[in-house]
């Protein structure tokens, strides 16, 4: 029981720290879904 609750802690560490390292490094969805050919004020 104690493994597996450290492995479900180990497992919320490593997503957030990929979560962040991701979006530090300009992985995020907002920074590579959008450019200067992606209009969204919709003209």
Known sequence: MKSMLSA??????????????LHRAGFS????GSGPD???DGE
Request: no cysteine; proline share 0%.
């Open 38 to 40: 992606v209009r969204l």
């Open 29 to 32: 969805a907002a920074q590579s």
């Open 8 to 21: 479900f802690a180990m497992i919320a560490v490593i997503a957030v720290v990929a979560s962040y390292g």
